[in-house]
Each structure stands twice: as C-alpha cells, then as structure tokens.
C-alpha cells in the first residue's frame, strides 16, 4: 500500500467529506487529467466544431438583426444563419449525451480503480478497460436520466410558482437529484448492479442521511464552480478585451476570421472547462456512496475487526 493513499470506504461526517475531497483533489488532479484528455480527443474536436458553428450563426444573426451584414435584406442568407445554429445545437445535444456517457464512466472508473489498487499513480489503461466494460449499464443509465430530469423540470417549474418558499424547495430537490444520480452511478459500477437495483440502493443511501447528501453537493458543488470560474477569468478577459476593441474601433465582424477564431476558442474553452466538471463533481459523489455505504453496512470496519482476530 503507497503511504499517500486517502482511505475513502471511511463513515465520515459532513466536515470530513469536504476536507478529504480537497486531499483526493490534489493529490489525483494531474493523473486525472491524462486520463481525461486522452480518452475526451474526439468529444473535445467536436466542441471546437461545435463552438464554430453556434459562432457564426450567432454572430450572423446579430449582424442580420443590427443591419451590418452586406446580405442584411437576403432572406436566404439568415436562413443559413439558422441552420448553423441548428445544426450546432443538434451536435451539442449528441455530443453532451456522450461526453455525460463516457465521462461520468472514467471518473467512477478511476474512483473505484484508486480504492483497489490503493495507488494515486492509476493505470489509464486499467480506467478504461473498466469503464468500457459497463458501457451497456451507462447507455441505459444516461438514457433514463432523460425522463427523470423532464420530471425534475416539471416539479421545478412548479415550485417556481411559490414565492421564496418554492425558491428553497427547487435547490432542495435539485441537489438531492444530483446526489441520488451521483451515488447510484457509483454503486451501479462499483458493485455491477443493474440500472434500476443501483438506482433503488442510491435512493436507499441518500434518504438515509437526506441532509448530509444536500449539503455536500451544495457546498462542493459550490466551491468547485467557483474554481471553474477562476479558470474561465483568463480566456474571459481575453475575449471581454476584444470585444470592447470591436465595440470601439466599429470592426466588422462579421467579415473578420480573427472575430470568429477568438468568440470559437473561448466557447470551446468554456464547453471543455465545463465537461471536465461535470467529472469533478461526480468524484465529489464517489466519496459520498463511501461515506454512506460504510455508514450504512460497516463493511470496511468490519474487515478490519476480522483482520485484527486473525492477527491475533
């Protein structure tokens, strides 16, 4: 066992699953990230392809509204303009239920492959194998998630109709959503259940300790968005700066390669910041179904009182 292994099948409280979250952050961010890139290279090119089209609708159809374009009073043209757009969302529709497909999958692959190997140096091969070999499970899980967030979205709206009290109510309910996904994800691959078994052992751990599930995902979730958003201050200020000097000196956009190739790249740097997220907070779940599971069945310390009379 490497002496920097985080034990996770841990029943920790709610401080301690904020502060070994950090401690697991750190210490696998760099070989997390290899994984990432190299198993993301297909979904990250069909970002920038992406990114380019919803661009140059967008910018088009500005143009076409504020009269600069030369085709301003060509219908044809502002139909192209929507068919960018079209198109483009139809490919972030497709691309996001892949990206939620396979990076959902490496992040709890990792996860679960770090716990048994008890390595922060994990084996991207090993991630992958693992992960490849519950594709079918993830299909039908994603696939699911489709209906279960058009109920959410039904109850929200509903309780958007409640002042204040509604308000609260939406954020209660979507976190625990977000939890009850998170950790019967986790179980469904940690343990290789079927979709609805680990959607029902989810519901199981997450009632049982309603609050904590809540609360680590608010917070968390919170604190991570907030590091994602310092990554974007950079790429941020760089495209805000260009478009005051667009604004200022009345550039023509629409005709200007450098307009596009700057408003693409910081869309794609904003979707890709985004994707890797969504992988970080599914590692803030992971954590989670440990603390709960070990809560709730003491498998881990029971090992280890049976280790100890063996010992002995």
Request: with cysteine; proline share 2%; aromatic share 16%.
């Amino acid at each position: 066992m490497k002496n920097n292994y985080i034990p996770l099948k841990v029943n920790r409280e709610f401080g301690g699953i904020i502060s070994v979250y950090f401690d697991f952050f750190k210490q696998n961010i760099k070989n997390f990230t290899n994984v990432f890139i190299s198993y993301n290279g297909i979904f990250l090119i069909g970002l920038l392809i992406t990114s380019y089209l919803l661009v140059s609708g967008f910018i088009g159809m500005i143009a076409q509204e504020s009269g600069q374009s030369p085709f301003a009073e060509n219908i044809g043209n502002e139909q192209e303009y929507f068919i960018y757009l079209g198109i483009g969302g139809f490919l972030f529709f497709v691309i996001f239920l892949g990206v939620a497909f396979l990076n959902y999958s490496l992040s709890t692959s990792y996860m679960i492959k770090y716990v048994e190997t008890k390595d922060s140096n994990v084996d991207k091969k090993d991630v992958w194998q693992y992960a490849k070999s519950q594709f079918g499970n993830v299909l039908l899980f994603v696939l699911l998630l489709i209906p279960i967030y058009m109920v959410y979205f039904i109850i929200a709206v509903i309780l958007a109709i409640i002042p204040l009290l509604g308000f609260f109510a939406q954020y209660i309910v979507q976190f625990f959503l977000t939890a009850w996904v998170g950790v019967s994800f986790f179980d469904m691959l940690a343990n290789k259940k079927g979709v609805t078994e680990a959607l029902g052992e989810g519901w199981k751990l997450v009632t049982g300790s309603f609050w904590k599930s809540i609360g680590v995902n608010f917070i968390l979730g919170l604190l991570l968005g907030l590091l994602l958003m310092v990554a974007l201050i950079i790429p941020g200020i760089i495209i805000g700066v260009y478009t005051f000097h667009v604004v200022e000196n009345d550039v023509d956009y629409t005709n200007s390669i450098v307009s596009t190739i700057v408003y693409t790249l910081g869309l794609s740097i904003f979707l890709i910041i985004a994707v890797y997220g969504q992988c970080l907070s599914q590692f803030i779940n992971g954590i989670l179904y440990y603390a709960l599971h070990e809560k709730t069945y003491n498998e881990n310390t029971r090992a280890k009182i049976e280790q100890i009379g063996q010992n002995d």
